[in-house]
């Protein structure tokens, strides 16, 4: 019996991994990153671009792997909370849409002097084997999506404006509730329902500004 209980241990030492103790967790292997992933940064030919009134800036852009990054800056004309609302990327006949924006300086306007911005504007999966010498970012768009009493603090004349200059026949009021002003669409011509009207007035484009603002950069073959 001694010599069935040794074997077994005999055996269960054998079996075990070799070089770690009980107790110790093996390290997990590391992602393999791929060496030929180019690393390139590049200035734009044109580096500041104005176009309805708004001047965009980029410094660089660079190319770090699957992703392309620019330092992109632009005027902020009043205290609102502006952000980049639309940008693309292209290289060849590929247009890419999806992008993400990271906050990196904000100067505040004040009386009587414009505010600065400055994001990183990133776009991902891009393949290493794409040619990026002549690719072109482009900021489509900057918005300052207004908070709910905003439509009645800030927006409402400008809306009713731009409605009785287009004969829409809409009119626009304001109601409280739950202690804070909400716009309402408080009379509508009968073609429209209550949703076509509120999709109107609630468009972007009342609290938009579009450019394009477009650079051409040299991020390699």
């Given at each position: 019996m001694k010599r069935i209980l040794v074997a077994i241990l005999l055996l269960a030492t054998a079996c075990a991994p070799g070089g770690f103790p009980q107790g110790v967790v093996q390290p997990l292997p590391t992602a393999l990153i791929d060496q030929s992933y180019p690393t390139v940064e590049s200035a734009p030919a044109a580096p500041v671009q104005s176009s309805s009134g708004i001047n965009v800036s980029v410094a660089r852009a660079w190319r770090d792997g699957k992703d392309v990054n620019a330092e992109v800056c632009f005027t902020l004309i009043d205290g609102s909370d502006w952000s980049i609302w639309g940008a693309s990327l292209q290289y060849g006949e590929v247009v890419l849409f999806d992008f993400a924006s990271t906050l990196l300086s904000i100067q505040e306007p004040v009386e009587g002097a414009s505010g600065l911005r400055c994001d990183t504007l990133s776009f991902f999966n891009i393949p290493p084997d794409a040619?990026?010498?002549?690719?072109?970012?482009?900021?489509?768009?900057?918005?300052?999506?207004?908070?709910?009493?905003?439509?009645?603090?800030?927006?409402?004349?400008?809306?009713q404006q731009t409605m009785n200059e287009r004969g829409a026949g809409i009119t626009l009021g304001c109601s409280d509730v739950n202690g804070a002003p909400v716009m309402q669409v408080v009379g509508k011509p009968d073609s429209l329902s209550q949703e076509e009207a509120?999709?109107?007035?609630?468009?972007?484009?009342?609290?938009?500004?579009?450019?394009p603002w477009s650079f051409v950069f040299n991020l390699g073959q």
């Open positions: 040619d990026l010498s002549a690719v072109m970012i482009t900021v489509d768009a900057i918005a300052a999506p207004p908070r709910p009493e905003d439509y009645c603090n800030i927006y409402i004349s400008k809306i509120e999709q109107i007035v609630f468009s972007d484009e009342f609290y938009t500004i579009r450019g």
